[in-house]
């Protein structure tokens, strides 16, 4: 008997994108969505990729956790970079370790601690913002001390949604309240969107794109010196967006849930189960990675 043949997934036409820009990502922990940004990643062609720091989280790092989806994440993007997509990845408080080699350059691949692009729209600085968190530059302890707690309240609320499911009830975000709600405080506090936009604006740059509060956001902040667009690309635990820039459109949010094109279909479930099989083997994936540097 032959065996049963899994449906093949029709994949759209890639997007061409000019820039895309990806920032907490938190690989490696369990409130990383790694299947959902892979989706995403492969349904664009971008020109320039920023990773846009805390894209695997050091702090939370075990080598208990690290499941095949993430790893594919990994392999994917150094694929990108072997097939010429620039790719730029600048640090964040999630993945400080990597500050101490900034200017690492890797093919189409650099590490950096800040990134300035000039485009048709106009110049935009790029880094992770947490510079600008008062917790980060006086209680990095107490920093760190969250994140192990909005980890635990991931997998709490995982739990609860799980229940809420089977009966018949609408999901609850809890993780999205409380971290909406600390990080809006730390934000009223230290004044995170104009400080940046100041600074900015002080240096002559049009934009200024952060992640680190995952809020994803685009708006216009007046400075002394002149108006400054705040952009925020969100994260990958709650929200699911991203930066997109466009020769037609300039600087766009994009939101994964919203994307008629990422709706779950029997066929990509089935095409995520046979990813998924196929990728229960830890050595072949790094096999897969190597590969992808050209590394014998």
Same mark, same amino acid.
């Given at each position: ?14 997007? +061409? ?33 920023? !990773? ?73 600085w790029l880094f992770h ?7 980060? +530059?006086?209680?990095?302890? !107490? ?8 980890? $635990? ?12 499911? *089977? $009966? ?5 975000? !809890?993780? *999205? ?52 667009i705040y952009l925020n ?29 990422? $709706? ?25 990675? !190597?590969?992808?540097?050209?590394? +014998?």
């Amino acid at each position: 008997m032959a065996p049963e043949r899994v449906p093949k997934l029709k994949i759209p036409r890639k997007r +061409r994108v000019q820039v895309a820009v990806i920032s907490d990502v938190h690989l490696g922990t369990y409130g990383c969505h790694a299947k959902e940004l892979l989706r995403y990643l492969k349904s664009i062609r971008p020109q320039v990729l920023v !990773l846009n720091g805390d894209i695997v989280d050091i702090w939370q790092f075990s080598k208990n956790y690290w499941p095949p989806a993430h790893m594919r994440v990994v392999r994917y993007l150094a694929g990108l970079a072997a097939k010429g997509t620039k790719i730029h990845y600048l640090t964040g408080n999630h993945d400080e370790l990597l500050r101490k080699f900034a200017g690492l350059r890797l093919g189409q691949f650099r590490l950096d601690n800040k990134l300035v692009l000039d485009l048709p729209h106009g110049r935009t600085w790029l880094f992770h913002g947490d510079v600008f968190d008062v917790t980060m +530059r006086h209680s990095r302890w !107490l920093a760190k001390l969250g994140g192990h707690g909005y980890d $635990l309240l991931i997998l709490i609320n995982r739990s609860v949604n799980y229940l809420l499911d *089977k $009966l018949g009830r609408p999901r609850v975000a !809890l993780s *999205k309240l409380v971290k909406e709600r600390v990080k809006s405080a730390v934000a009223a506090v230290s004044n995170f969107e104009e400080t940046a936009a100041t600074i900015a604006a002080d240096e002559g740059y049009r934009y200024v794109a952060c992640g680190h509060i995952h809020q994803p956001e685009i708006k216009t902040l007046s400075t002394e010196k002149g108006d400054v667009i705040y952009l925020n690309s969100g994260d990958w635990v709650e929200n699911l967006t991203a930066l997109e820039y466009t020769l037609e459109a300039g600087w766009q949010l994009y939101y994964y849930n919203d994307d008629p094109r990422m $709706l779950q279909t029997p066929e990509a479930e089935a095409a995520d189960a046979a990813e998924e099989l196929a990728d229960a083997n830890p050595a072949a994936l790094l096999e897969g990675l !190597l590969a992808e540097f050209k590394i +014998r």
